[in-house]
Antibody, heavy 121, light 108 residues
Framework: QVQLVQSGAEVKKPGASVKVSCKTS????????MSWVRQAPGQGLEWMGV????????GSAQKFQGRISMTRDTSTSTVYMELSSLRSEDTAVYYCARGRRSSDYDPFDYWGQGTLVTVSS | EIVLTQSPGTLSLSPGERATLSCRAS???????LAWYQQKPGQAPRLLIY???SRATGVPDRFRGSGSGTDFTLTITRLEPEDLAVYYCQQYNISPLTFGGGTKVEIK
């Protein structure tokens, strides 16, 4: 069965960086793009960016360009998202979400359990 | 970017009633590249509908998606108590992918 298992909660100070991992299993890792979506407390969903696990190419929302990095490790079927220059507004649950088909713009059929990132001085 | 506006903000209905949720886009969503998700408290979202009207695997047939262009609808034909959740629409036609603000469904 398809599983996306994310790393644990993080507490960071303003200005720091955070790196969240998403380990996948149960399907062909390079066959589906992976996106990152975040949700601030009590708020809606916000798409951050997408990585092609086969090529390593990425695309991101303009809002995060310059601050977001997405990478993958094909040997462990894991994708990573790193967000830098953190501020309090980045406090949110961060999800990895698998694209349903082999395209960068896809609905998300499997989601990780979420990783809470808290930014506080 | 495409802005998605969902209405109503909250829907309070009794079990067995029909729920109609609306999602309006600021510009046409080509090819019907619109999805609906259900998010229960404390859980990750779950894909219900993709391509405007196709049900995802395992989704009960009481969930129905319709619409095209700029107007889309999610209908829950007979509400069940477990349908208590927030429902989001999402367009994946153009980047950035965007979500609506959500409709909260309450069960009386």
């Amino acid at each position: 069965q398809v599983q996306l298992v994310q790393s644990g909660a993080e507490v960071k100070k303003p200005g720091a960086s955070v790196k969240v991992s998403c380990k996948t299993s149960g399907y062909g890792f390079t066959s589906h793009y992976m996106s990152w979506v975040r949700q601030a407390p009590g708020q809606g969903l916000e798409w951050m960016g997408v990585i092609n696990p086969r090529a390593g190419s990425i695309g991101s929302a303009q809002k995060f360009q310059g601050r977001i990095s997405m990478t993958r490790d094909t040997s462990t079927s894991t994708v990573y998202m790193e967000l830098s220059s953190l501020r309090s507004e980045d406090t949110a649950v961060y999800y990895c979400a698998r694209g349903r088909r082999s395209s960068d713009y896809d609905p998300f059929d499997y989601w990780g359990q979420g990783t809470l990132v808290t930014v506080s001085s | 970017e495409i802005v998605l506006t969902q209405s109503p903000g909250t829907l309070s209905l009794s079990p067995g009633e029909r729920a109609t949720l609306s999602c309006r886009a600021s510009q046409s969503v080509s090819s019907g590249y619109l999805a609906w998700y259900q998010q229960k408290p404390g859980q990750a979202p779950r894909l219900l509908i993709y391509d405007a009207s196709s049900r995802a695997t395992g989704v009960p047939d009481r969930f129905r998606g319709s619409g095209s262009g700029t107007d889309f609808t999610l209908t829950i034909t007979r509400l069940e108590p477990e349908d208590l959740a927030v429902y989001y629409c999402q367009q994946y036609n153009i980047s950035p992918l965007t979500f609506g603000g959500g409709t909260k469904v309450e069960i009386k």
